[in-house]
Structures are given as C-alpha cells and as structure tokens.
C-alpha cells in the first residue's frame, strides 16, 4: 500500500522494532533497535540511542502483538528526548495490506 501523507490519527504504541538505515542504493548502512511510541497507518514513531537523518529511508521488522510487521518509509523529522535519545518520525513510503490488518487486529481504532 502506498502512502502521500500522514493525516492519520496516531495511537500510542510500545513494540520492539528492528531496524536498517539504507543509503541511495537500497543498501544497509546502519541497524539497530528500537521501540514504537505511537502509530497510525500511515507512520510511526519511534525512540532511538541515535539519531537519524531526516530524508533517510529506512526498512522497519515491528513485533506487533504476536506477529511481525514490515515496513519501508523515509524519515520525516528527529528531535532528541534527552540523555541520548531520540524521537523519530518515518511517513511509511510502502506497508502490505497484510501487514496493515495485523496492526489492525492489534490497534483497531486505526481504520476509524
């Protein structure tokens, strides 16, 4: 499915996420791990140890209650949260409809 804005209405959300920082090739350049702090089904926003750049596009693997989410989007803003964290919004650019009804099952006010 793919995504022009995030107008969205977000709900809070604390899932475990890994994820991969790719560079204009499509290739990794850095990965880590990371928490959900809301979601809608357009984005995400998640807190980090590291900063990452605004306009970067980054492949996303979310623990969603008991099944596993993929997403691709691009990093739309960062701010830090103090002591080494960070705040890390990503406007997904593609999200399966498959994978769209596992967040769903989980957050079902998404589709309202």
């Known amino acids: 499915m793919k995504f022009e804005a995030r107008g969205a209405k977000r709900?809070?959300?604390?899932?475990?996420?890994?994820?991969?920082?790719?560079n204009e090739q499509e290739q990794v350049v850095s990965q880590g791990v990371a928490k959900t702090l809301d979601i809608s089904k357009t984005g995400v926003s998640?807190?980090?140890?590291?900063?990452?750049?605004?306009?970067?596009?980054?492949?996303?693997?979310?623990?969603?209650?008991?099944?596993?989410?993929?997403?691709t989007g691009t990093v739309k803003n960062n701010k830090s949260l103090g002591q080494k964290t960070y705040q890390i919004g990503i406007e997904f650019d593609f999200l399966s409809e498959e994978d769209l009804k596992k967040i769903g099952m989980v957050y079902p006010e998404i589709f309202r």
């Open 11 to 22: 709900f809070e959300s604390e899932n475990l996420l890994s994820y991969q920082v790719l």
């Open 46 to 71: 998640i807190e980090t140890y590291f900063p990452i750049e605004v306009g970067k596009r980054i492949a996303l693997t979310m623990g969603i209650g008991a099944d596993v989410v993929k997403a």
